[in-house]
């Protein structure tokens, strides 16, 4: 079964950058759809992207020009570049393929 780390979270100042990674291991990375979500405290889940196997990427209205999917299939990484970060960007984002999730990194947007 796929598992899924996330990494790269932090405190970032609005406007700033921040590259999420999503290491994935225990299925055949190249094959899966990889999406990111986001969840802010009092908040539902809200998606924000997904990237498929051939590289197509569709993203939430909320972060389009913003935000940036990509995926490294020799290290069964999918990325998520976020730039021009803003306050109500501060959330817990996680990565996901399918029912797979996994548990998720803190991104703080303050200044």
Known sequence: QVQLVESG????QPG???RL????SGGDFSFLTMAWSRQAPG??????GF???DGTTNYAEFVKGRFTISRDNAKS???LQMNSL??????????????R??????????S
């Open 86 to 99: 803003k306050f109500e960007d501060t959330a817990v984002y996680y990565c996901h393929s399918g029912a």
């Open 101 to 110: 999730w996994g548990q998720g990194t803190q991104v703080t947007v303050s």
């Open 16 to 18: 700033g950058s921040l």
């Open 9 to 12: 979270g932090g405190l970032v």
């Open 43 to 48: 908040k539902q889940r809200e998606w924000v």
């Open 21 to 24: 990674s999503c290491a994935a």
């Open 51 to 53: 990237i498929t196997s």
């Open 77 to 79: 990484t999918v990325y």
